[in-house]
């Protein structure tokens, strides 16, 4: 079937990796082992579970209030609260970078409230690359919080307080245990990007895995030892990757028609309006008001500098068509696979979607790796063409396709397709009348996220992009690194303005639901 | 003088031996048969698990079959070896939660079985159809716009749009509310006997089962326990089961004496043609016994339900055993108040002591 021979494509990076890994000479692991790894594995897993601790706290909190209470304004806060998730890492990597540095305004800032000898932290540290990572990513759990919560039955919580539960008390004790799976998935998801992460890491000089494995492959050209590196990643980023999709899987539903009551909001005093509302404030403000302040100010003074040059639109141009290609590549490839794994749950079939989402483990830097070594031994000729990138942001990008797919037909009951059936409509009739019209809006969705993630998209493009082809993300990249911040504000920019629509898109229509 | 035989209608549906499994050692449905008339209405009666949505399914030709066959129309549809696609076998369904495609209205809901004809016999059947389930005026309606009867008869128009030789109900009133229910299920009656529709309908109320069903199919753990009228099912089952499942019935011990049964209540005629053992268990209907006060016979009354226009009295006779007696609720029996116990039973039903009692 078309599903496993595009499944076995897509796997086979990752096969090859691991491969080289396995064969790799017992020098080079030790070698690894003594100098490298034990830092390796201890930065990424402070930094993923502080991230988780700030995204669950965050995250809980503010969907709590805003689903809760009628906060004012709150149809406004929703909408503001994801913003965020429109800024790529090292862009927000970078407006801190300034933000933090020594005698920066935000030192200057806080000096006012603790003293003139009081400094902030640097942000090339544990503190800095935790602050920015969870500023990211606190949305996705924010996102998976408020949909747990809106979707809550709110007869639950009756039930605890007609026993006798404090609000507080069954907070903790009903609420939160019932939107467990939701919100462990949406953790596991923070913890799945933070690991992954190339740009903020690499900006903010933070070693994690992914910022080695780039170093060895470009500073030291030793892929043998970014194959080790990478092997370690992956076994970190799949485990994490199994235990989002079994806590998704716990809160796997069908189109409901049954009867519950959904929690309505309820009034709150205006002191606590005015907590809530300071809190929203200062949250948005740090993740996106600030950098996106500044980034507007940079690009004014480009602009009114004249720094902006003709490249700029062979940039934009370039971004926009390997997003474009590798959006529709992502579906057209995710739809047989999507359909198997909905609808057909044989061993075969979850083995052949595994197979599929490998691209979650795979790490810009690694799935450029793993395509890079695989294009020189099989195809040669097509080594430092577009086609090399494009290969690699598909194996890198369908996961995400495919987790919107999968998810959009999941919710798609199946009497419906029974129902059409039993009236004379044939495989392809119910597909097309049915099937098609009921899931097109998450598939929709899913391109544009698709799109969106490809344009921020940096490690990968680096590492194989052909010489004199630029993206946006890049530019970024190479200006910021030097901190020419004006030079970079603009691309930022542009790529965030794209993004926003998109996101606040996604928001009113989450995988393609209502 | 030649008799005629009446004109029996043509058989729609058959099913001979069928055996349905998910797993090789645990069947869902095992080797169950029986045949459907034209016009009939065929209830498939149990409990949750017993195999008769499984069988449902297996006719709509949603689960394929191990064993046996089905036919249609006198055509094999499924069998060990083939298995004809939902889509080709002119079955209408219902299902529970209605299915209604939610993009669509309920218009292109009806018709969208109807690709057959052309676009102004469409259009006609749709409003027949639709005037039919008295819902004329809702043709541009959504299905999230509708209440659950609505959708309801929404479900049927589109089924009974393409004229399917039959028509299967998997549990169509369990969504609704209880007097909302009562209401559909006169309705549903009618408009199956008006359009002459062979109905199959699964359920696990027996009311129901009773108020609807021209035949009865008890299932239980995939086996056809019996296959008869309504009546024949209350009054005479096959089995304990049957017994059980279709309404309050009681047990008592009885001894064959002289083609009598012997029972501590009184005898009882012994059925013709009965070849089993002397000591059997006598099954009583509440309708069976009569009671009024009395002094000294030691059965006394030990619960009363009101139901309206009856009381149901839960009587201990002095064996132990309980019985129970319905009587119209003009007549009052107070509790612990002493009675005798008549009983008034037309026909007896027997059946084997239970191995380990």
Redesign the interface.
């Given at each position: 079937m078309v599903a496993f021979i595009l499944a076995g494509l897509i796997t086979l990076p990752l096969l090859y990796v691991i491969f080289s890994a396995i064969t790799a000479d017992t020098a080079v692991w030790q070698r690894l082992w003594t100098t490298r790894i034990p830092e390796l594995l201890f930065n990424t897993f402070s930094l993923a579970v502080s991230v988780a601790i700030i995204d669950l706290v965050l995250g809980v909190s503010l969907a709590w209030i805003l689903t809760r209470y009628r906060v004012v304004g709150s149809t406004f806060w929703d909408w503001l609260i994801i913003l965020p998730l429109a800024i790529p890492s090292y862009v927000l990597a970078y407006t801190y970078t300034y933000l933090l540095q020594r005698h920066g305004p935000l030192e200057q800032f806080w000096q006012m409230v603790a003293g003139s000898d009081a400094q902030t932290f640097s942000p090339f540290s544990f503190a800095g690359a935790t602050l920015v990572m969870s500023l990211n990513t606190f949305p996705f759990v924010y996102l998976l919080a408020r949909s747990a919560f809106k979707n809550f039955n709110i007869s639950f919580e009756e039930a605890a307080r007609a026993t006798g539960a404090s609000r507080l008390s069954t907070f903790f004790r009903v609420s939160l245990p019932m939107i467990r799976p939701s919100l462990i998935a949406g953790l596991f998801l923070a913890i799945l990007y933070v690991v992954s992460d190339f740009g903020a890491v690499s900006m903010l000089r933070y070693q994690t895995f992914t910022y080695a494995i780039y170093q060895q492959m470009t500073g030291r050209f030793d892929n043998t030892a970014a194959a080790c590196l990478s092997l370690l990643l992956v076994s970190l980023a799949f485990a994490f990757l199994i235990g989002e999709r079994w806590f998704r899987q716990r809160s796997r539903f069908y189109?409901t028609?049954g009867r519950y009551r959904k929690p309505i909001p309820q009034a709150c005093s205006s002191i606590q309006n005015l907590c809530f509302t300071r809190y929203l404030i200062v949250v948005i403000a740090t993740a996106f008001g600030l950098p996106v302040y500044l980034l507007i100010q940079w690009t004014l003074d480009a602009l009114t500098a004249g720094d902006l040059t003709t490249g700029f639109m062979g940039y934009l141009g370039n971004s926009l068509f390997l997003a474009g290609v590798t959006a529709t590549l992502a579906i057209v490839v995710g739809v047989p696979l999507a359909n198997l794994a909905c609808r057909k749950q044989t061993w075969a079939s979850l083995l052949c979607i595994q197979g599929a989402y490998t691209g979650y483990v795979l790490p810009g830097p690694v799935a450029a790796l793993a395509v890079l070594v695989l294009i020189t031994q099989l195809t040669p000729e097509l080594y430092g063409t577009v086609i090399v990138l494009l290969i690699a942001y598909l194996v890198h990008f369908l996961p995400v396709a495919l987790q919107g797919m999968e998810s959009t037909l999941q919710q798609l009951?199946p009497?419906?397709e029974?129902?059409?059936?039993?009236?004379?409509?044939?495989a392809f009739r119910t597909f097309s009348?049915?099937t098609m019209?009921?899931v097109r809006g998450g598939f929709v969705s899913a391109w544009i996220l698709v799109f969106v993630q490809c344009l921020k998209e940096l490690p990968a493009t680096l590492l194989l992009r052909p010489v004199g082809f630029d993206t946006l993300a890049i530019r970024i990249w190479l200006e910021a690194s030097e901190e020419l911040y004006q030079l970079a504000a603009p691309p930022a920019l542009l790529i965030i303005a794209i993004t926003i629509p998109v996101v606040l898109l996604l928001m009113k229509n989450p995988t393609g639901e209502e | 003088m030649t008799d005629t035989p009446p004109h029996e209608p043509p058989i729609v549906l058959e099913l001979n031996k069928v055996t349905c499994s998910y797993e090789a050692d645990r069947p869902a449905v095992q080797e169950i048969s029986f045949a459907a008339n034209k016009g009939d209405i065929i209830c498939l009666l149990g409990p949750s698990g017993c195999g008769k949505t499984t069988t449902l399914r297996a006719i709509a030709g949603f689960e394929s079959v191990a064993e046996g066959t089905v036919l249609l129309d006198g055509t094999a549809v499924a069998d060990g070896n083939h298995h004809v696609p939902p889509e080709k076998r002119r079955v209408g369904m219902v299902f529970q939660d209605y299915a209604l495609f939610p993009h669509l209205c309920v218009n292109d809901n009806v018709s969208f079985g109807l690709t057959q004809l052309s676009s102004d016999d469409r259009r006609r059947r749709v409003e027949e159809m639709l005037s039919l389930t008295g819902l004329s005026e809702l043709g541009q309606r959504y299905p999230h716009e509708l209440s659950g009867g609505q959708q309801q008869r929404v479900a049927l128009a589109r089924a009974l749009a393409p004229q399917p030789v039959l028509l299967l109900l998997d549990e169509p009133f369990s969504n609704l509310d209880p007097d909302m229910t009562y209401k559909m299920r006169g309705e549903l009656h009618q408009l199956l006997k008006k359009t002459q529709t062979t109905a199959i309908l699964v359920t696990h109320d027996h009311e129901e089962a009773f108020t609807m069903a021209d035949k009865v199919a008890v299932l239980h753990q995939g086996r056809l326990e019996q296959f008869a009228a309504p009546e024949t099912i209350y009054h005479l089952p096959a089995s304990r089961f049957v017994a059980e499942f279709v309404g309050q019935a009681d047990f008592i011990p009885g001894e064959i004496h002289n083609h009598v049964v012997v029972t501590e209540i009184g005898n009882l005629p012994l059925p013709k043609n009965y070849q089993g053992h002397k000591h059997v268990v006598v099954m009583i209907r509440p309708d069976d016994i009569e009671i009024c006060n009395s002094e000294s016979h030691g059965a006394y009354i030990e619960t009363r339900q009101f139901r309206g226009s009856e009381n149901l009295y839960g009587i201990r006779l002095p064996s132990g055993h309980i019985i129970h007696s319905s009587e119209s609720s003009t007549q009052f029996y107070a509790l612990n108040a002493q009675v005798a116990v008549n009983m008034v039973a037309t026909h007896t039903v027997l059946f084997e002591q239970p191995q380990n009692p």
């Open positions: 189109q028609t009951s009497n419906l029974e129902a059409a059936k039993s009236l004379g409509a044939g009348k049915i019209p009921l | -």
